[in-house]
């Protein structure tokens, strides 16, 4: 049994920065990539940044250079690293994992990944 549990979401005004964490327990080992992906209210969710067990990261144009994905294999810990955040990055933040090998440019895709967390809410205000 795999269980993702997201923490560090929070309000902050614009410009603000904050640092999600994603801790995995269970059968984690194999899981071949982990990413962070988002749902504003009325939106799809979207992908924000993956990163793979060789430490090989892919991020959306969207947060390319604000963010940074990271991970502590040793502590089976995911983080999402926001600064310069703008109120357009107000979301429900995901954290999920997959064991199947996909290349990297298909990792930001929701449809990719087999396990995730329950969510952590993000809110910037302006």
């Known amino acids: 049994q795999v269980q993702l549990v997201e923490s560090g979401g929070g309000s902050v005004q614009s410009g603000g920065s904050l640092r999600l964490s994603c801790a995995a327990s269970?059968?984690?080992?194999?899981?071949?990539?982990m990413g962070w992906l988002r749902q504003a209210p009325g939106k799809e969710r979207e992908g924000v940044a993956s990163i793979d067990s060789l430490g090989r990261t892919i991020y959306a144009d969207s947060v390319k250079g604000r963010f940074t994905i990271s991970q502590d294999v040793a502590k089976n810990t995911l983080y999402l690293e926001m600064n310069s955040l703008k109120p357009e990055d107000t979301a429900t933040y995901y954290c999920?994992?997959?064991?199947?090998?996909?290349?990297?440019?298909?990792?930001?895709?929701?449809?990719?990944?087999?396990?995730w967390g329950q969510g952590t809410q993000v809110t910037v205000s302006s």
């Open positions: 999920a994992a997959e064991r199947r090998r996909l290349a990297i440019w298909f990792r930001l895709s929701r449809n990719v990944y087999s396990y």
């Open positions: 269970g059968y984690t080992y194999s899981f071949y990539y």
